[in-house]
């Protein structure tokens, strides 16, 4: 379950540039595709964000250490955003569970084709999130 991309304080596209091209990109408009970007004035996108629902999953060649999976399409997204390389293919996000609010990184995952956020210890026991409870989660993109 996804919320696609919202200003803080705004709709679904809100700010966006209109766009009329009738190009398909990934089995949608590209007017659509574009929509999901909020717009700086200059016409930049300024800012992404996400919002969506997964299970939170504890990896098994490390003991501990426990991801959500951002899904398929939202990972799409940010996998054709350009931005220079960087280590592991990790993306800078600031994500936001509950009341708790963090920067870090999503990373690429390797079986599943879908970028993972690392859920620190100190948000699962303030939210109180054990492994395979659905977990909201809020990212915005901050490498744009």
């Known amino acids: 379950m996804s919320e696609r991309w919202r200003q803080p304080g705004g709709s679904a ?3 966006t540039a209109a766009v009329g ?12 595709w574009k929509q ?4 700086a004035p200059a016409g930049l996108a300024s800012s992404m964000h996400f919002t969506f629902t997964a299970p939170l999953w504890e ?9 959500v999976s951002v899904p398929e399409e939202e990972s799409a997204d940010i996998r054709e955003i350009p931005r ?12 936001t569970v509950g009341n708790s609010t963090w ?10 084709g879908v970028y993972v956020l690392p859920m620190k210890k100190s948000v699962r026991v303030a939210e109180g999130i054990d492994e395979g409870d659905p977990v909201t989660v809020h990212l915005e993109l901050l490498e744009l």
């Open 13 to 15: 596209g809100a700010g």
């Open 21 to 32: 091209e009738l190009r398909r990109r990934g089995g949608r408009r590209e007017a659509e």
């Open 36 to 39: 999901r970007w909020a717009v």
């Open 59 to 67: 990896w098994s060649a490390r003991a501990a250490w426990y991801f």
């Open 84 to 95: 220079m390389p960087s280590g592991f293919g990790a993306v800078k996000v600031r994500a």
């Open 103 to 112: 920067d870090t990184s999503v990373f690429p995952g390797a079986a599943e």
